[in-house]
């Protein structure tokens, strides 16, 4: 089964600071993973996708994140954090065994951005 | 484009009830998926439906069930409640064909169960 570690359950950093996720997976074969944000009260956005293309991939408000296999890691990142970036933010990795998906879900990373 | 919509956005339920929650798939997309998201927890895969049929479920037991309509909608139904059923329930939709399976999600249904 495929799973995924987000290593932080809180992270804080002022605004205008460098923000750094962290999640490693664990998957049999190639997987897909991505990003989704949950805003308060909000559903799921997504962020940005991996999906065996290249190995840097950029999203949506200067969101990015990198997937390094050998290191079984996709840390997001984002050079300058904003306020409007404080939110809970889960790693997710896509199981498409038997034709359909499912999506796995880590733990979730709340973010909290300082003035 | 017409993104998820579910419906209600809020539900109050006594232990036992049954309830219904409906989801309406984003314009072009053939699959939907439901997910459970507890308080403080990430989303749990329930159970995913293509072409009106069951296709994966997870480790919840059969009184979550679901129907999947001609037209992509979907509705999930939970007999017998029980306190722990208590969470945000999340409808969401994707295009089943090759390649990445990102998924498109509805606000989402508030069950709270007294």
């Known amino acids: 089964a495929q799973s995924v570690t987000q290593l932080d359950s809180h992270v804080s950093v002022s605004e205008g600071t460098p923000v750094l996720l962290r999640c490693n997976y664990s998957?049999?074969?190639?997987?897909?993973l991505f990003w989704y944000v949950q805003h308060p009260n909000k559903g799921l956005q997504l962020l940005l996708k991996?999906?065996?293309?290249?190995?840097l991939v950029k999203g949506i408000n200067g969101f990015e994140a990198e997937f390094k296999k050998s290191e079984t890691s996709f840390h997001l990142t984002k050079p300058s954090a904003h306020m409007s970036d404080a939110a809970e933010y889960f790693c997710?990795?896509?199981?498409?065994?038997?034709?359909?998906?499912?999506?796995?879900f880590g733990t979730g990373t709340q973010l909290k951005v300082e003035l | 484009e017409t993104g998820v919509t579910q419906s209600p956005t809020h539900l109050i339920k006594t232990r036992g009830q049954q309830v219904t929650l409906r989801c309406s798939s984003q314009?072009?997309?053939?699959?939907v998926s439901w997910y459970q998201q507890a308080l403080g927890q990430g989303p749990q895969f329930i159970f995913q439906?293509?072409?009106?049929?069951?296709?994966g479920r997870g480790n919840f037991p059969p009184r979550f069930s679901g129907l999947q309509f001609p037209n992509y909608s979907s509705e999930l139904n939970v007999n017998a409640l029980e306190l722990d059923d208590s969470a945000l329930y999340l409808c969401?939709?994707?295009?089943?064909?090759?390649?990445?399976?990102?998924?498109?999600f509805g606000p989402g249904t508030r069950l709270t169960v007294t």
């Open positions: 969401a939709s994707s295009l089943f064909q090759a390649g990445a399976y990102e998924q498109y």
């Open positions: 998957s049999s074969y190639s997987p897909s």
């Open positions: 991996y999906t065996s293309a290249a190995t």
């Open positions: 997710v990795v896509s199981d498409k065994k038997g034709g359909g998906n499912k999506l796995t």
């Open positions: 314009s072009g997309h053939n699959t």
């Open positions: 439906y293509y072409r009106e049929e069951e296709n």
